[in-house]
């Protein structure tokens, strides 16, 4: 397998996750890496991203209370989320990019979070 993400869950507005994707070496060794979401109805959209060297960029929606990290020894990459909105509600995803934000990867199962109001 080549993206394993985990760690979702049912969780109430205010509240605290953390998501870990384990990843290949070969998918992971050198690349950036991001996480994705998708809610019901919507398209995926990107919410981090983390350099090889740990530069991180996070969509709006999130900055302030998501916090992506990466562990090079371990090839995974997590992604803590405090504060949780009913909105952040969707399956999770994780995956390699290259430097134009083009997914390397096969995209794995995901793992879902719930966030009740």
């Known amino acids: 397998v080549q993206l394993q993400a985990s760690g979702g869950g049912l969780v109430q507005a205010g509240g605290s996750l953390r998501l870990s994707c384990a990843a290949s070496?070969?998918?992971?060794?050198?690349?950036?890496m991001a996480w994705y979401r998708q809610a019901p109805g919507k398209q995926r959209e990107l919410v981090a991203s983390?350099?090889?060297?740990?530069?991180?960029n996070y969509a709006d929606s999130v900055k302030g209370r998501f916090t992506i990290s990466r562990d090079n020894a371990k090839n995974t990459v997590y992604l803590q989320m405090n504060s949780l909105k009913p909105e952040d509600t969707a399956v999770y995803y994780c995956?390699?990019?290259?430097?134009?934000?083009?997914?390397?990867?096969?995209w794995g199962q995901g793992t879902l979070v719930t966030v009740s109001s």
């Open positions: 995956n390699a990019i290259d430097p134009e934000y083009y997914t390397i990867g096969n």
């Open positions: 070496g070969r998918i992971f060794s050198g690349n950036a």
């Open positions: 983390i350099s090889s060297g740990g530069i991180t």
